[in-house]
């Protein structure tokens, strides 16, 4: 998608993902939901920092940066346990996303903790080993 923005006072066509254009979006629009806010003193608060720091955060308060960072992190993520088995996978997931307990797991896999403990660990040796690797370069 092509997107005009302006760069010292100069309108720029950049051409960016559908990611990136739906980020700039919403931020457009909660910016302009701002500038409404000041206008407007529905709440008789004076317009100031306070408000645009506590209630401009949420959903746009990250940044362009943050957020392909964010999703390049995911990606990385993901191609490391892309590299799992499906047990090995399921098992780490369950319990680092989940929280459940080794024993838990085995009981809902149908196997030993001994046998979750060692797909846990073998995942967790494989981003050991990715973004040890990662930052050696």
């Not at 066509?13 to 206008?39: P, S």
């Not at 499906?86 to 680092?96: G, I």
């Amino acid at each position: 998608m092509e997107v005009t923005i302006n760069y010292n006072g100069q309108a720029v066509a950049v051409e960016v993902t559908l990611e990136v254009y739906e980020f700039l979006d919403r931020a457009d629009h909660k910016t302009e939901n701002l500038f409404h806010e000041q206008r407007r003193h529905w709440d008789g608060r004076e317009f100031d920092e306070y408000i645009i720091t506590t209630e401009g955060v949420g959903a746009y308060g990250e940044t362009p940066e943050e957020y392909l960072c964010r999703k390049e992190t995911l990606h990385e993520l993901m191609a490391v346990l892309d590299t799992c088995t499906e047990a090995q996978r399921r098992r780490f997931l369950l319990y680092a996303l989940d929280g459940l307990s080794l024993a838990e797991i085995g009981v809902l896999c149908g196997c030993s903790k001994v046998a979750v403990y060692q797909s846990v660990e073998a995942v967790r040796k494989k981003f050991i080993n990715f973004f040890g690797n990662r930052l050696n370069k």
